[in-house]
């Protein structure tokens, strides 16, 4: 349902309502929804939803997979805290989100915004080994281009997701 409105500028406007919901993956079947006006941010909408569908689960979902709407620290956080995998597609623009350390897809840079190569993943962990950059521009042997690091996903379970889990 929704109405329209004419204005001074010559733009229509359109009330609406959203629809925020859970569903089961295995089965194609809604579990929890809520409805909010069209202009409310997803955002803060998407504990509760969770919520509702964790108590007629249970149990908390294995993973929780979102929209860029739902694209927030908090979010993904509360569902890693939870024991879930949070798979939330990120809002563009990211600003803020990789502070100048990573590439668009999470990998890390070195201090000439080169990538680095990816080495390893600890599987007991989670942390990710990153080599040296094997095309870095520096001519500087001492910079930190040439040193190997490494990424706890834990810090910033935003842009990594969290470590796989196995559920019994």
Not at 88 to 109: C, F, M, N, W
Request: charged share 25%; aromatic share 8%; hydrophobic share 30%.
């Amino acid at each position: 349902m929704h109405h329209e409105s004419n204005t001074k500028d010559g733009f229509e406007g359109i009330f609406g309502y959203k629809l925020h919901m859970a569903a089961c993956a295995s089965y194609d079947f809604p579990i929890a929804m809520r409805i909010t006006v069209g202009n409310a941010n997803d955002s803060p909408r998407m504990i509760p939803v969770v919520q509702d569908t964790e108590s007629r689960l249970n149990g908390f979902p294995k993973s929780v997979v979102a929209d860029p709407g739902y694209d927030a620290k908090e979010n993904s956080e509360w569902v890693d805290e939870r024991g879930g995998a949070p798979i939330i597609h990120k809002r563009k623009p990211q600003s803020g989100l990789h502070q100048g350390e990573y590439t668009a897809d999470g990998i890390p840079v070195c201090e000439c915004g080169e990538p680095r190569e990816y080495a390893f993943t600890n599987p007991t962990t989670g942390v990710h080994y990153y080599g040296e950059v094997p095309d870095c521009r520096s001519e500087d042997n001492n910079s930190l281009c040439f040193m190997s690091i490494l990424v706890n996903p834990k810090e910033n379970i935003r842009l990594f997701g969290a470590a796989a889990r196995s559920r019994t």
